[in-house]
Antibody, heavy 117, light 112 residues
Framework: QVQLTESGPGLVHPSETLSLTCTVS????????VYWVRQPSGKGLEWMGR???????SYNSALKSRLSISRDTSKNQVFLKMNSLQTDDTGTYYC???????????WGQGVMVTVSS | DIVLTQAPLSVSVTPGESASISCRSS???????????LYWYLQRPGKSPQLLIY???NLASGVPDRFSSSGSETDFTLKISKVETEDVGVYYC?????????FGAGTKLELK
């Protein structure tokens, strides 16, 4: 079945770089796009960016200067790197894959990231 | 970026009664293909968001027909009839018309 699993450090120090991995199973990264969405603690959802099925990337303009998304199709993994972290980057980070044709909508369980010294 | 404004921010409902949540878009969500790119999600406490409604009015797989959605190009309403305990959580509208996809601020549904 389809699964997405996020992994990464739970604690990052201010000004450092966050590195997260999304490992997928049950579908191919060359067939479906993968997105990163984050949720600051107690707040709503923020779309961060995507790795398109063909390898193209798109980023939220508010994060673009700090954010990079890449992938390794042989390992079924998508990576997120975001630099210059601050305390307001604290929250849960989700990877998700969705499509309307065919209908496809799956989310990982999320990974909690705390930015603190 | 497209701004989605939800109302109310919270709603308290007696089990068995109905609830409605509004979502207003700053831009038409009607695509060039004639599809309205508006989605509804439910995030239960401690869980990831799950898709309820896609393309404004279509129920996702496994979603009970107590949920329905309708609207125009910019104004949308999610209706939950006969609210049950399992409906508690935060409801988000979202769009996929262009990048960045964005979400509303969420509406918290709780039971009286």
């Amino acid at each position: 079945q389809v699964q997405l699993t996020e992994s990464g450090p739970g604690l990052v120090h201010p000004s450092e770089t966050l590195s997260l991995t999304c490992t997928v199973s049950g579908f191919s990264l060359t067939g479906y796009s993968v997105y990163w969405v984050r949720q600051p603690s107690g707040k709503g959802l923020e779309w961060m960016g995507r790795m398109r099925y063909n390898g193209d990337t798109s980023y939220n303009s508010a994060l673009k200067s700090r954010l990079s998304i890449s992938r390794d199709t042989s390992k079924n993994q998508v990576f997120l790197k975001m630099n210059s972290l601050q305390t307001d980057d604290t929250g849960t980070y989700y990877c998700t894959s969705y499509s309307s044709y065919p209908l496809f909508d799956y989310w990982g369980q999320g990974v909690m990231v705390t930015v603190s010294s | 970026d497209i701004v989605l404004t939800q109302a109310p921010l919270s709603v308290s409902v007696t089990p068995g009664e109905s609830a409605s949540i509004s979502c207003r878009s700053s831009k038409s969500l009607l695509s060039s293909k004639g599809i309205t790119s508006l989605y509804w999600y439910l995030q239960r406490p401690g869980k990831s968001p799950q898709l309820l409604i896609y393309q404004m009015s279509n129920l996702a797989s496994g979603v009970p027909d107590r949920f329905s959605s309708s609207g125009s190009e910019t104004d949308f309403t999610l209706k939950i009839s006969k609210v049950e305990t399992e409906d508690v959580g935060v409801y988000y509208c979202g769009h996929r018309l262009e990048y960045p996809n964005t979400f509303g601020a969420g509406t918290k549904l709780e039971l009286k």
